[in-house]
């Protein structure tokens, strides 16, 4: 979801190769080239930990049995490594898929890959069969659709950086089936939001308009939304498709948070962390078992040279691919703590590059000296979906900017394996984040948070 934000070239779990790196990273400054040096004599340690989670707990969507053995895992590493261990309970939403088949009608009936998208009703036992109508734009929608299947074929820019390119094709995925229903159809197909693709349908988290009717949706490849488009502009094109999914009751979830308590100033808070869940296809690797161990293990690394001044949490957050549940209930906990900063990786394995900032003036003024010899660039915009409460309520946000061109080849996808991962560059990101750690943890006074004024922002200020 969101932000809520991995390196390949791939689409299936039969390959076995490590996303590529665009680039190597250079740091300069002393304070990140030790970490460096620290993390990579330790890479096969941090690499271990990211196959654990993998392969020990498999796919780790909300209200599975994956969820549960992966809580244990991560509290299992925060107890090892010395960390005062909380498990904060919340309630997460189960989301089954069930049974998933997409089949092309006419003379030679043809079966086509589809994944539910996370959220969606199923179809009636007997399945929807009804004609397609393709369209790029919501505003090619209108009465014309009516009784129809709305294909979205609106592709993602292979812009770089990619995540630039993700928000404006991943609203058809979100909002699209409300948008489709209003004007009468029966289920949206939606083109995978990525910019390459080897046949492999990507799912994620979609949402319902309460005004409208709920109708099934799930995400086509793109090689097929395209066949979907060139079918339909020579005459009609009629498609079954049979979607088991369904809603639980909620389930038992938890916040795994590690703390090391500061030494001087243990009622200043930061926080560093990922989510712990991933969707129930794949492994999660990029998404977001990679930045769950890089914030265990930059937390662990830092803790080698004793407590830091403030009060440093790791959080593990719970449910944030399709209800953000986890982030929503640490602030509502811990919210109103004094909290100095926030870091989150949410965008796959990838050697670090960049840090998104979102904060005042002053707390990037503050922040500066402490990037001063990453080698890294800063934007003015970051965070990430788990923190994003904090953000609101004005704390000092910082989203780790991994190289991420190849991220979404396999985001939400089957392909999402541990194997994609390089291990050297989950060294690199976890030293970086370290290294701010230190930073962070232990500067001279912070700046005071401020929220921010929301009619400036709705302004565009």
């Excluded at 990922?274 to 690394?301: C, F, K, Y």
């Amino acid at each position: 979801m969101p932000l809520v934000l991995g390196l390949l070239l791939a689409a299936s779990s039969s390959f076995a190769e490590p996303l590529p790196a665009t680039g190597s990273w250079a740091p300069t400054g002393p304070r990140w080239v030790h970490y460096r040096a620290l993390a990579q004599a330790e890479r096969d340690a941090i690499y271990g930990r990211l196959v654990e989670l993998c392969d020990g707990a498999g796919h780790r969507l909300a209200g599975s049995p994956g969820q549960k053995k992966a809580e244990e895992i991560g509290a299992a590493w925060l107890r090892k490594d010395g960390l005062k261990v909380r498990l904060d309970p919340l309630k997460v939403p189960v989301w089954v898929r069930g049974e998933e088949r997409l089949t092309l009608m006419g003379a030679r009936e043809e079966s086509l890959d589809l994944l539910a998208l996370g959220g969606s009703v199923g179809t009636p036992e007997g399945g929807i069969e009804a004609p397609v109508v393709v369209v790029k734009e919501f505003s090619e929608l209108g009465p014309h659709v009516k009784g129809k299947i709305v294909v979205y074929n609106h592709p993602m820019g292979a812009g770089f950086p990619a995540i630039s390119e993700y928000g404006p094709a991943v609203a058809f995925r979100g909002r699209g089936a409300s948008r489709a229903a209003e004007f009468g159809a029966v289920a949206v197909l939606v083109r995978s939001v990525t910019a390459r693709s080897l046949a492999s349908p990507h799912t994620g988290a979609m949402g319902y308009d309460p005004a409208f009717p709920k109708i099934p949706a799930a995400a086509i490849t793109t090689e097929d939304a395209d066949r979907l488009e060139r079918l339909a502009a020579r005459g009609e094109v009629r498609v079954k498709l049979r979607l088991g999914a369904h809603t639980l009751p909620d389930a038992d979830g938890v916040n795994v948070i590690g703390e090391l308590r500061g030494s001087e100033r243990p009622d200043e808070i930061v926080v560093i962390g990922g989510h712990l869940d991933s969707w129930d296809v794949g492994q999660g690797a990029n998404d977001d078992g990679a930045g769950i161990v890089e914030s265990v293990e930059a937390l662990r690394l830092l803790a080698k040279a004793g407590a830091p001044r403030r009060t440093v949490r790791v959080v593990l957050f719970a449910n944030e691919e399709n209800g953000l549940r986890g982030g929503l209930a640490y602030d509502a906990a811990h919210g109103t703590e004094r909290h100095v900063a926030a870091l989150e990786s949410d965008l796959g394995g990838g050697g670090p590059r960049g840090w998104g900032i979102t904060g005042t003036a002053a707390q990037h003024q503050w922040l500066t000296a402490g990037i001063a010899g990453s080698g890294m660039t800063t934007s003015d915009e970051g965070g990430g979906a788990d923190i994003s409460p904090l953000t609101a309520r004005g704390v000092l946000s910082i989203g780790l900017l991994p190289d991420h061109e190849h991220y979404f080849d396999i985001h939400h996808t089957r392909a999402d394996t541990v194997d994609k991962v390089d291990p050297a560059a989950l060294a690199d990101a976890t030293a970086a984040l370290a290294a701010l750690l230190e930073y962070v943890a232990n500067a001279p006074d912070a700046p005071p948070t401020v929220a921010p004024d929301p009619a400036k922002k709705a302004a565009g200020h």
